[in-house]
Nanobody, 126 residues
Framework: EVQLVESGGGLVQAGGSLRLSCAAS????????IGWFRQAPGKEREAVSC????????YYADSVKGRFTISSDNAKNTVYLQMNSLKPEDTAVYSC???????????????????WGQGTQVTVSS
């Protein structure tokens, strides 16, 4: 059974930090790019960051560049999203997803992803 399980969300004050984890099972982790997406109430889902399975290249949305860092521990089949200098506008449900055989230019497209986790809530208070 394919599973992506996020953890690490919570309530934090503006300027604080959180580290999200995405634990994968049920598929060959090394063959998949992993993306982090978020969705705030009343807004569309947006890509936050992605990491390539081919060479470990990382990609970030402009809104989080310099504040968030994505990393992967292939031995643990886990991808992390370190979020620093959090802002109230970062408040959303964060989900991880896995995509196979996708060109990097399409990492930002939710429909390119094969598997999704249930999400974890991140709330940043002002």
């Amino acid at each position: 059974e394919v599973q992506l399980v996020e953890s690490g969300g919570g309530l934090v004050q503006a300027g604080g930090s959180l580290r999200l984890s995405c634990a994968a099972s049920g598929f060959t982790f090394d063959d998949y790019a992993i993306g982090w997406f978020r969705q705030a109430p009343g807004k569309e889902r947006e890509a936050v960051s992605c990491i390539s399975s081919e060479d470990g290249s990382t990609y970030y949305a402009d809104s989080v560049k310099g504040r968030f860092t994505i990393s992967s521990d292939n031995a643990k089949n886990t991808v992390y999203l370190q979020m620093n200098s959090l802002k109230p506008e970062d408040t959303a449900v964060y989900s991880c997803a896995a995509a196979r055989g996708v060109y990097s230019v399409n990492y930002w497209l939710p429909h390119e992803y094969d598997y999704w986790g249930q999400g974890t809530q991140v709330t940043v208070s002002s």
